[in-house]
């Protein structure tokens, strides 16, 4: 796993342009943080992967670095969601928050079910059978099959908790983020009662992403006034990563470990400027590949002995199925757009 490890860094790196003496200007742009999060889904292929074979000789680095970042791979995936969100808020208004409930939610579920469907079909061909009443509420994520369920059921009470918190406030949107602060925290404490903390404990990046949104413009002029803001600002990031991982298993260290996390992150995104055609490929299927790349490694496990064989034919076969997937979304979208309703009228009025 090392060398794969080290393969995904080097992927990463290609075609990266470092900005020495100056600020990279496009260092939260939508081009950036989809290359970002082309990353981070490999590493989150690699976590999962890691779960079907046996460490060996060459796994040590991988492990200590997999041991030590934890959940810390799926914060830029949430940070970046509420960035996106908070940022079409401002600009789009009421409007905007209407439609996560109305499209951006159904869309994302409908997703998750389809999915959730391929999981059941492959788990009876393999004959694994599960309770009726867990299948049930596999399809709210409550409950999980061999899918990655806890990460699209905090998705989707984020939409809804951002929904109640901006549908009523207009233009407030400072009003409307302190209402989504109180709804997280609460989400945070009821969820401690009934999951295990990996459950709830990173949701406070989809906030900060939120957060950050609002602050932008004065943290860019901050940043870019001078070197030194800069070195304070990646320094105090990286001391508070590596204190706080010393002892994660507090929630409040935990917590400080993912605000750190999302520091160091935005202190590389402003000195590098990522972007190939491999991290952009990536980063417009993350939700197919993180959603599907279990299915391969169910089937094909103890099928392919060489574990590298076996990374190798999982992750081609998860991007066909992330490729064929998207066909069947793409139907579903069109449906929930109205756009289907719609070309029947237009097809109508045409024949009339």
Request: hydrophobic letters at 50%; one cysteine or more; a positive charge.
């Amino acid at each position: 796993m090392d060398f794969i490890y080290f393969s995904f860094i080097a992927v990463f790196i290609i075609g990266a342009r470092f900005f020495v003496k100056s600020v990279n200007p496009d260092y939260i742009s939508q081009k950036q943080t989809q290359s970002i999060n082309g990353f981070f889904v490999l590493l989150v292929f690699m976590q999962h992967y890691k779960s079907y074979v046996k460490p060996e000789q060459f796994d040590m680095v991988y492990e200590a670095i997999g041991k030590w970042n934890g959940q810390l791979i799926v914060v830029p995936f949430l940070f970046f969601s509420g960035y996106g969100i908070m940022l079409s808020i401002t600009k789009k208004g009421t409007s905007y928050v209407n439609s996560i409930m109305t499209k951006r939610f159904p869309k994302v579920w409908s997703h998750f079910a389809l999915a959730i469907v391929l999981f059941i079909i492959t788990n009876s061909a393999m004959g694994i059978y599960h309770d009726p009443w867990v299948v049930f509420f596999t399809f709210f994520g409550w409950e999980g099959i061999g899918n990655s369920n806890w990460y699209i059921f905090d998705t989707l009470v984020l939409y809804i908790l951002t929904f109640f918190s901006f549908r009523f406030v207009g233009k407030s949107y400072k009003a409307g983020l302190y209402i989504m602060g109180l709804l997280t925290l609460a989400f945070v404490i009821t969820m401690s009662f009934f999951k295990q903390p990996y459950w709830y404990n990173t949701v406070i990046a989809y906030f900060m992403g939120m957060f950050f949104a609002l602050i932008e413009p004065h943290f860019r002029k901050w940043i870019s006034a001078s070197p030194l803001n800069y070195i304070i600002f990646a320094t105090a990031g990286t001391v508070a990563i590596i204190f706080s991982s010393m002892d994660k298993s507090k929630m409040t260290a935990y917590e400080i470990f993912v605000l750190s996390g999302i520091a160091v992150l935005l202190a590389i995104s402003l000195k590098v400027k990522f972007g190939n055609p491999v991290l952009s490929f990536l980063g417009k299927n993350v939700f197919e590949i993180y959603i599907l790349q279990r299915i391969p490694m169910i089937i094909l496990k103890g099928v392919i002995p060489d574990k590298y064989l076996y990374f190798f034919v999982c992750f081609a076969a998860t991007i066909v199925l992330a490729l064929l997937f998207r066909f069947a979304e793409n139907g579903i979208d069109f449906l929930i757009d109205g756009k289907f309703i719609k070309s029947i009228r237009d097809k109508n009025n045409t024949n009339t």
